[in-house]
């Protein structure tokens, strides 16, 4: 359906050849565009119905309290289901602390947090399958779980801001939702305005930079240098360059689709989709509010080594 | 005269739920006192993580995102 939208739009009524650079690249914008917001706005609105959105304060609730190993396992899971905004970093940081939660626990939830969520897991099924989908979402919830425990072996609480210890939070007493159809509909318009809102500039720039992949990137000089296991720096250049850049884990995914379109090995795409939505620069100067330099040099190397590894894993299974 | 405060550090959806709270107050002819709560410590000893919030006489009555312009008007009638 969309592939047809693109045809009839591009080759049809702008008159672009299908074989042209510019053709190829205009259709993957318009496909992609199409298909992903109309993705987003229905799985969005259908979690919004059912309130299948948490919100910190419920996570903080599920999390306090357990055994370390059953933390971390609801911590993990938790922040693969739940599409924050990394505004809500810091609280939810000094909320966990405050709440006694290990700082190992928290940082596994911050590294699942931003690289997972469900509305992006059902959009890596619509564009690039189950198969590739899976391993990804195996590969991340791995990488926060592991990479939470390496984080405590170094004692990360001597690089904890001071200020963030004598915080104390109050209990939330909120008033009870409206759950009335009326009332869900509402809720879930809103949390569709809410989200897009935040979203619509990473898809649109992810979908932009994965259409002049895909128009403009020949396919031999891909599958030369980034295609296979010959060239091992295409792992660790793929992870390096994704730190500085960031897109929240939908705008990855038309990159992904482009990169791996054109024959980038499976292993190289996923690292560098992990690197750019779990590690980013403005994510480090919010985490700075809270964390001292040393602990966010360490944390990026742990989970830098973390995303080389699996690059190399699936290049080698593959 | 309701004492209201939003939740929030200074963000763009912070500044939004301000203007939307004010606006509707304003159409519903109720009378407000609004307040900016921006210290992270303050924030948090609402409970609240996710901002903005909005509290109303002490009572916190929305967190997280810009509630909509109907949900305001119904604190204020």
Redesign the interface.
Known sequence: MFDTLGDLLVYRLLGIDPASHLGAALHFFVMDTTKIFFMLVIIIYVMGLFRALLSPERVRAYVRGKPEWAARSTAVGLGAVTPFCSCSSVPLFIGFVEAGIPLGVTFSFLIASPMINEVAVVILIGILGWEVTLMYVAAGLTVAYVGGLVMERFRPERWVEPYVWQIHMGELKMPEPDTSLAGRHRYAMGEVREILRRLWKWVLLGIGVGALFHGYVPEEWVVEHLGGTDNWLAVPGAVLLGIPLYSNATGVIPVAEAMLGKGVAIGTTLAFMMSIAALSLPEMIILRKVIRWPGLALYAGVLAVAFILVGYGFNLLA | MKEVKILGSG?ANCKATYKVVEEAAKAKGAEIALEKVED??R?????????PGVVIDG???H??????R??VEGWFS
């Open positions: 963000c992270l410590g924030i948090m000893g609402y409970g609240v993580m996710s901002t009572q916190v009555v967190a997280g995102g810009v509630p909509d109907k949900t």
